[in-house]
Each structure stands twice: as C-alpha cells, then as structure tokens.
C-alpha cells in the first residue's frame, strides 16, 4: 500500500467523502484497497437463533460512479442534473428500505411471521391486497416486493406505525409525529426525483440531514432492532 493509499484510508475510516474530493477513479481504487485489506467496523449484532448479542464485521458501503451518457435533445445542464441526482437516490434507497426492515424485524420479532395480517390497519391491508393482485395481472413484469410491507408507499409508514405505536415507541422511534415528519419532509423529494426532475441544494441537504437523524436513531435502538437474514 502506498503512503497516499493508506492516508485516504484513514480518511476514509474517519468519515471524510473521498467522492467529494477524489476522481472517480482514485475513489474505485481506494474501495479496492478496503476490500483486499477488510478493514472491518465492529458493530453489535443480535443473533436471531440464539437470541443474544455477538459481534460481527460490515464492510464499507462505498457508493460512487462516473455517468456515461449522452443524448441528442437534452442539454449538458440536465444531463450534470442526472449525475448529481445519482448521489442521492443511493441515500433515499437505503433510508427507505431500513425503515422498511426495522418496522419488518421489530414486529415479527414480536408477534411473528403473521404480524401483519394482525396488526396492519385494515385500509392498509385492503390496499396491499389491490396491489398484489395488480401484480399477479401483470405477471410479465416483476413483482413490486416479497412483502407487505414493500406494496406500500413511503408516506402511508407513517399510518402503519401509528396504528402499532404502542409497540415502535419508544422503543425505534421517540414519537409517531417525529417518524411522520421525517418520512413526509424525505417523501416530497423522493417525489422529486422519481419525477425525474432535480433537487436543489437546500432539499439536497435534507435529505442527507433526514438520512444521519435515522441512522443515529436506528443505531441507539440497535438491541431492539432484530437483524433480517
């Protein structure tokens, strides 16, 4: 490893974007050098058989890539729009699907595999029904989710962890209007993005703000949060 390697992997361990300052290419080489090296993040992880604490390792999610595209209409300023939009969806993907999981472990952890049949509110179970049959019409195409739970909007969590606040608070969450405001401030720019259209800097910053807040939650709540295999 050389001297300029092992100094951006220390930057790396402590935090710092290296995609912010790097090329792409120093950036796909540095994640390389993790890999082949494994420097690991200790982290507690409840063992789902045994039922008790171990620890594990987790590698590094290293998210970066270079946009390669072009296109006969479309100006250069929506085409940089589409790179910089490709920064964010990986935050939006990520926050979206771990509240999906926590919700997912947490209650079948609690009340098992029929959780949502028990628990769900009826609208949303009758909602879910309408989807999946949709699916099964469409069966050319792939299904939307394995669960219930991913036939779901973003903003109708909110309605679901209401109905079993009884059980989330405070346990995952401190309160049901935190994780409404939350998931409706990041819903109206998922909203954005899936209508191809550009965050601006502002919302930008939200997102990111609204993705560290869940983060730094889930992580104090971890020995309530089952993981999923």
């Keep these: 490893m050389t001297s300029d390697d092992a100094a951006y992997v220390i930057a790396h361990q402590q935090g710092i974007p290296l995609d912010r300052y790097l090329p792409v290419e120093q950036v796909n080489h540095i994640g390389t050098v993790l890999t082949q090296i494994r420097t690991p993040t200790p982290s507690g992880v409840r063992s789902r058989a045994a039922g008790v604490r171990s620890t594990t390792t987790s590698k590094p999610l290293i998210i970066c890539g270079e946009l390669k595209a072009t296109d006969p209409v479309l100006s250069q300023k929506k085409l940089h729009e589409a ?73 109708q969590l909110p309605a679901l962890m209401r109905k079993i606040e009884g059980d989330v608070v405070p346990k995952i969450v401190p309160g049901i209007e935190w994780f409404t405001q939350l998931v409706n401030e990041v819903y109206k720019s998922r909203c954005v993005i899936c209508h191809m259209n550009p965050l601006d800097k502002d919302n930008i910053s939200s997102v990111k703000l609204r993705f560290r807040q869940w983060q730094k939650q889930i992580k104090a709540k971890r020995q309530h949060i089952p993981i999923q295999s």
């Design 83 to 155: 790179q910089e939009m490709a920064a964010i969806y990986p935050l939006l993907y990520v926050l979206e699907n771990s509240i999906r999981d926590v919700i997912t472990s947490f209650m079948e952890s609690t009340y098992g595999q029929n959780w949502w049949e028990e628990k769900a509110p009826k609208g949303l179970q009758t909602t879910v029904t309408q989807r999946m049959s949709e699916d099964a019409d469409n069966s050319w195409h792939q299904r939307r989710g394995a669960r219930p739970i991913d036939y779901l909007d973003l903003n």
